[in-house]
Each structure stands twice: as C-alpha cells, then as structure tokens.
Antibody, heavy 119, light 108 residues
Framework: EVQLVQSGAEVKKPGESLKISCKGSGYSFTSYWIGWVRQMPGKGLEWMGIIYPGDSDTRYSPSFQGQVTISADKSISTAYLQWSSLKASDTAMYYC????????????WGQGTLVTVSS | EIVLTQSPGTLSLSPGERATLSCRASQSVSSSYLAWYQQKPGQAPRLLIYGASSRATGIPDRFSGSGSGTDFTLTISRLEPEDFAVYYCQQYGSSAWTFGQGTKVEIK
C-alpha cells in the first residue's frame, strides 16, 4: 500500500528555521516525483515545488523560489521542505503528494503538516 | 503560468441532484494533464479524475470528467451525502502545476 507519512504539527516564532518531512513507503521512492502543496487557512491549494528523489532534480513554483528549499534523502525514502527564516504568512497546512507516472496528477497525498508561525 | 478559474464558487444543491462544476484555463491545456480532486474538511485532497475524463481507482461512476482545450467540466450525476466537499481542478504544463481556486458543493 502506497503511503506518505508527514511529520507532526509545528509551532514556531518568526525568524526561526524549520524542516518538515514526508516519508514514502509501499512503492519505489526513487522512481516518482514528490511535490509540496501549501494550503493557507480557509484557502485553496498552491503548488510549491517538486523533487525527483532518484537524482534530486528539483523544480520550484516562481511564487516559492528562494522562499523554501526542497530536498530528499533516498536512503530513508524521505522528502523535506524547509525554511531558513519563517514569517507569520507561512502559517498553513503543507501537503506532500506523489506525482503519478503519466498524467501530471498527484495520485497519493500525505496527511498534511500544520505549521503555525506566531510570536 | 496557466491560470485555472473555477465556477461557481459555491454550488448549493440537495442530495440526489446533479452537480456541474466548471474549470476554465487561461490558455489551452493538454487533456492528458487535467485532473480533479475532492477535499473534505480536515482531510487531504483525493484524486478523482485524471487525464480530464478517467476516474481514479475506487472513484464511483457518478463522477465524470469531460472537456478539452480551455474548458473542462466535472459532473456528479446524483449527489450523495458524502459528496458535499470542495473540488479543485489542476493542470500540468511546462514543468509547472497550477490549481483552480476551488468550488464548494454545499447542502441546500
């Protein structure tokens, strides 16, 4: 069974750093892209970026380029999303999702990680 | 970047009624790369339709997708109580993915 399990909720202060994770199982982790999607409170879905764990090829949405870093450790089947200096506006639910092989869609999703940034 | 505009923003219907949701793209989208998702409160999105018209695994046949070019439609033939949720369209093109802003289907 394909599963993406994300790390738990975080409460941080502005200016702090953070790295959240997404562990894949039940499939060949290195053979599928993993994307990250933001959902701000009460809002819609926004694609942030995507990584191919096989070779760490990474693409970013222009809206998020330079704001976050996406990485992966294929030895432990885990993808990461990190911030070097959080802002209150980073408060959101963050989802990782597996990109299906052929159709450009996200076929499996993690349960989400809620990040709250508040002083 | 291709912008997806969904309409209406909210659809108020009763169980058993037909729901028709629209997704319009700012430029032509390959039908192969248009998907629909359902999201219920407190849950992650779930893939419903891919390739504009193919149902994902386990999705009931009351859900159907159609369209091409810049106009796509998700139809729910007869609403079940569990179908009241928010629906998003999504496209892929030129190494970028975008989502529509969502349509909420609520109980009338």
């Amino acid at each position: 069974e394909v599963q993406l399990v994300q790390s738990g909720a975080e409460v941080k202060k502005p200016g702090e750093s953070l790295k959240i994770s997404c562990k894949g199982s039940g499939y060949s982790f290195t053979s599928y892209w993993i994307g990250w999607v933001r959902q701000m409170p009460g809002k819609g879905l926004e694609w942030m970026g995507i990584i191919y764990p096989g070779d760490s090829d990474t693409r970013y949405s222009p809206s998020f380029q330079g704001q976050v870093t996406i990485s992966a450790d294929k030895s432990i089947s885990t993808a990461y999303l990190q911030w070097s200096s959080l802002k209150a506006s980073d408060t959101a639910m963050y989802y990782c999702a597996r990109l299906g092989r052929m159709w450009g869609n996200f076929d499996y999703w993690g349960q989400g990680t809620l990040v709250t940034v508040s002083s | 970047e291709i912008v997806l505009t969904q309409s209406p923003g909210t659809l108020s219907l009763s169980p058993g009624e037909r729901a028709t949701l629209s997704c319009r793209a700012s430029q032509s989208v390959s039908s192969s790369y248009l998907a629909w998702y359902q999201q219920k409160p407190g849950q992650a999105p779930r893939l419903l339709i891919y390739g504009a018209s193919s149902r994902a695994t386990g999705i009931p046949d009351r859900f159907s997708g159609s369209g091409s070019g810049t106009d796509f439609t998700l139809t729910i033939s007869r609403l079940e109580p569990e179908d009241f949720a928010v629906y998003y369209c999504q496209q892929y093109g030129s190494s970028a993915w975008t989502f529509g802003q969502g349509t909420k289907v609520e109980i009338k």
